[in-house]
T-cell receptor, first 114, second 117 residues
Framework: DAEITQSPRHKITETGRQVTLACHQT?????MFWYRQDLGHGLRLIHY???????NKGEVSDGYSVSRSNTEDLPLTLESAASSQTSVYFC?????????????FGPGTRLTVL | AQKVTQAQTEISVVEKEDVTLDCVYE???????LFWYKQPPSGELVFLIR??????QNEISGRYSWNFQKSTSSFNFTITASQVVDSAVYFC??????????????FGTGTRLKVLA
């Protein structure tokens, strides 16, 4: 069965370190998204991609970067981790096309920045 | 600008009670899509339903029903005869097509539903 996986599931890091969260999907979806979930804020979009070599900034992109070298993967990098980036991160994917397509979510990565 | 408001932060009900989760949205587009997702305690978000702006017909799926009213910009979700397994955080989301061929997807802040045995 097709799926979307994230690794690691839990990560503890220190302020200032670079961290990369992996996202891999086997749906063959063109569209991929990264969100962070914080209490009181719901899900906020960090970056998204509509295909290979395409990346776009979302609502809360400062301090984060992504690259898309193939259809299956969209890694999220925190250039210099800050305590404000402690959160639960979700990766999602959807079929190419209009906004009518639902998103399929990974299990999430809980990141703690000390 | 897009906006999705879920004013109910947390709701507690006793099992078998009916409960309605409110969702109010703002958009300038005539073509848009509304979604509900469920996030159980395990953490993964699960798609429940999609509605497009041209289809105001209400939908029922088992104990779940959705009421879409363009006149009040609302897309409310009702669970009939709630069960403990319905305990979760529920998110409402809005998507609209951009003129550039892309689209924007925005989530509400979620409503935590607790169903007590």
């Amino acid at each position: 069965d097709a799926e979307i996986t994230q690794s690691p599931r839990h990560k503890i890091t220190e302020t200032g370190r670079q961290v990369t969260l992996a996202c891999h999907q086997t749906w063959n979806h063109n569209n991929m998204f990264w969100y962070r979930q914080d209490l009181g804020h719901g899900l906020r979009l960090i970056h998204y991609s509509y295909g290979v070599q395409d990346t776009n900034k979302g609502e809360v992109s400062d301090g984060y970067s992504v690259s898309r070298s193939n259809t299956e993967d969209l890694p999220l990098t925190l250039e210099s981790a800050a305590s404000s980036q402690t959160s639960v991160y979700f990766c999602a994917s959807s079929e190419y096309g209009s906004g009518r397509n639902e998103q399929f979510f990974g299990p999430g990565t809980r990141l703690t920045v000390l | 600008a897009q906006k999705v408001t879920q004013a109910q932060t947390e709701i507690s009900v006793v099992e078998k009670e009916d409960v309605t989760l409110d969702c109010v949205y703002e958009t300038r587009d005539t073509t848009y899509y509304l979604f509900w997702y469920k996030q159980p305690p395990s953490g993964e978000l699960v798609f429940l339903i999609r509605r497009n702006s041209f289809d105001e017909q209400n939908e029922i799926s088992g104990r779940y029903s959705w009421n879409f009213q363009k006149s009040t910009s609302s897309f409310n979700f009702t669970i009939t005869a709630s069960q403990v397994v319905d305990s979760a955080v529920y998110f409402c989301a809005l998507s609209e097509d951009d003129t550039s061929g892309t689209y924007k997807y925005i989530f509400g802040t979620g409503t935590r539903l607790k169903v007590l045995a």
